[in-house]
């Protein structure tokens, strides 16, 4: 290898892409770097080592790696990533390798699949989380794409990613297609369930129960201890404790308006699309949306709702039972999409590189991992005998919470809508005949009869 000559190419030197290079160098992984920004150039310039190779443009940046080629797209996802592929493409040849690390649209991650293909290039399609302290000190990396591209790319990948605690990367090859992106992207949909989830505990506690956020930490921070712990119920505990320069919760200084940059909402219409229930993720959508129409809220602000009788270990228990309702919820969501996609995606592979180093790690994914191991392919999630023992265990106090926070007046959606999902998932017959004969009543819609085979219509005249 001459010395301007590196085996992996960067693009994109933001926030993640510069953490993931410094990563990179930390594992001595010569790089190629190309970042159109010269503020964000120049920053990445500074803190990357002198070994580092700096590109003018896609065409130089493509003379400088070897061959077959390996670049790391960390570009925002969207337009910019088709505006490098195609500044990119002409200096490509077949067998090179194009990795898109962003937060990709799974459609669109297999758009240019297809696409590239035709090159003979290949892209794989990378789920990186962890935010920017995982990309500088171990992402998680879920991978889609064809499989000996992915073997030419893995080996530098792993070095960079966490490690569960058993030493295993969390970063695997979840299936082909575009099975990476669509597995970040039902990751991040679970993300902003348990968020509302853990949202929906705060506001029963501070405001129903009020506690202070001292309290409501220490309350976190011994969840984070149990069971139903976790990165999120972690930064929950530090989140709700900080202070205001002048001593007050910082948080009563947040505008109460959520934002989001469309992952969720993509779980949601993935879920609508496959029809495939997903409420839990989509309610936390929806929840972002009331808490947006913020002008809205102040005009029709009612009185605000009453004190709660809630036993504290109740609460927990709604946590948890949620948060594994919300997680089974992803599970059914992406095995729905695999089997559309034919992207043979293994739930114990995804449960396993979601350990570490991503945003949902918790000490949940160990069980889910053990739980779908025990299971037949095909088999609902719902089935397995462990999570079923720890749905016994929780689910009594979810009710409790859910029926009293709603008898106060308390909008606990990703709590009702993980309780309405199992409910009505363990139920043999749910008033969908009901539905039916309304449908065939006022639209000749027909319907199936249990005793008999083929469509009937029937005049529901009441008699
Ligand atoms: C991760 C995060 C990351 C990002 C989310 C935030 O896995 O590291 O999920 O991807 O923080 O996209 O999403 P919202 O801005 O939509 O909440």
């Not at 909008?411 to 043999?428: E, F, Q, Y």
């Amino acid at each position: 290898m001459t010395q301007n000559i590196a085996p992996l190419g960067i693009i994109g030197l933001g926030t993640m892409g510069r953490n993931l290079a410094l990563n990179l160098a930390d594992h001595a992984v010569p790089l190629v770097a190309w970042e159109r920004d010269g503020a964000l150039a120049a920053r990445a310039r500074a803190e990357l080592p002198d070994g580092t190779i700096w590109a003018d443009d896609a065409a130089d940046l493509a003379r400088r790696l070897a061959s077959p080629r390996a670049v790391l797209l960390m570009v925002t996802a969207g337009a910019a990533v088709d505006a490098v592929i195609a500044a990119l493409r002409p200096h490509l040849e077949a067998g090179d390798v194009i990795v898109d690390g962003g937060n990709t649209d799974a459609v669109d991650t297999a758009r240019r699949q297809e696409a590239l293909a035709a090159d003979g290039i290949h892209l794989i399609g990378l789920g990186v989380s962890g935010g920017e302290e995982g990309a500088r000190r171990g992402p998680a990396l879920m991978a889609g794409g064809d499989a000996a591209a992915w073997d030419r790319v893995a080996p530098t990948l792993q070095a960079v990613a966490a490690r569960a605690a058993d030493g295993t990367p969390c970063c695997d090859r979840l299936g082909g297609g575009a099975a990476g992106h669509f597995v970040k992207t039902v990751h991040n949909g679970i993300e902003y369930a348990v968020m509302q989830a853990l949202a929906e505990a705060y506001d029963l506690m501070r405001h129903g129960l009020s506690m202070d956020v001292d309290r409501i930490g220490e309350t976190f921070a011994t969840w984070n201890r149990g069971p139903g712990g976790g990165y999120l119920v972690e930064i929950a505990a530090d989140v709700v404790r900080t202070r205001d320069s002048n001593g007050a919760p910082l948080l009563d200084k947040v505008v109460d308006r959520a934002g989001q940059k469309g992952t969720g909402r993509w779980a949601s219409l993935a879920a609508l699309d496959l029809g495939v229930a997903a409420p839990s993720i989509a309610e936390a959508v929806f929840a972002r949306a009331v808490s947006a129409a913020r002008d809205e809220r102040q005009v029709l602000a009612a009185k605000a709702p009453e004190a709660v009788q809630i036993d504290p270990a109740d609460l927990e228990a709604a946590f948890r039972a949620a948060t594994l309702l919300s997680f089974l919820q992803g599970f059914v969501l992406i095995a729905a999409a695999d089997a559309r996609d034919g992207w043979k995606v293994d739930p114990v592979a995804v449960a396993k590189v979601w350990r570490a180093g991503c945003i949902l790690r918790a000490p949940l994914l160990d069980r889910l991992a053990e739980a779908f191991a025990g299971l037949a392919p095909g088999t609902h999630p719902l089935a397995a005998p462990s999570l079923r023992a720890e749905l016994a265990e929780t689910l009594p106090g979810l009710r409790r919470t859910a029926a009293a926070g709603i008898g106060a007046g308390y909008a606990v959606p990703a709590l009702t809508s993980s309780l309405s999902w199992h409910d009505g998932m363990v139920r043999a017959r749910v008033p969908a005949d009901f539905l039916q004969g309304l449908r065939d009543k006022f639209g000749a819609h027909t319907f199936e009869r249990l005793d008999a085979p083929g469509n009937h219509h029937a005049d529901w005249s009441g008699s």
